[in-house]
Nanobody, 117 residues
C-alpha cells in the first residue's frame, strides 16, 4: 500500500506564490509518475502537472510558465511551485502516484488552495 500526504496549501492573493509538497510512503516502486491534479467547485478533477521517475514533465496549458513540478526520488517527494497565481487556480489540489510496475493509482487527501482577487 502507498500513502500520500500533501502539505502547503492555503490562502494567497492573486500574483502570489505557494509551494505544495507531497510525501509518498509505503511500497513505492521506482518506475512511477507523480503528479498534481486540482478540482474546482462544480468542476471535474483535472491534471495540473506530472513528472516521471526519470524526470520528464507534463503541464496543463493554463499553468505552463507559472508552475514548476519537481521531485526528490530519494525522499519519495514531489513538489509544485506555483507562481503568479490567479483566482482561477483556486481548488483542492490532489497528489497522485501512478505505479508503472503494478498499474495502481494512488491519491492523497487533497489540500485547499484559494487565490483571492
Amino acid at each position: 500500500q502507498v500513502q500520500l500526504v500533501e502539505s502547503g496549501g492555503g490562502l494567497v492573493q492573486a500574483g502570489g506564490s505557494l509551494r505544495l509538497s507531497c510525501a509518498a510512503s509505503g511500497s513505492i516502486f521506482s518506475l512511477n509518475v507523480m503528479g498534481w491534479y486540482r478540482q474546482a467547485p462544480g468542476k471535474q478533477r483535472e491534471l495540473v502537472a506530472a513528472i516521471s521517475s526519470g524526470g520528464g514533465t507534463n503541464y496543463a496549458a493554463p499553468v505552463k510558465g507559472r508552475f514548476t513540478i519537481s521531485r526528490e526520488n530519494t525522499k519519495g517527494t514531489v513538489y509544485l511551485q506555483m507562481n503568479s497565481l490567479k483566482p482561477e487556480d483556486t481548488g483542492v489540489y490532489y497528489c497522485n502516484l501512478k505505479s508503472l510496475v503494478v498499474g495502481n493509482d494512488y491519491w492523497g487527501q487533497g489540500t485547499q488552495v484559494t487565490v483571492s482577487s
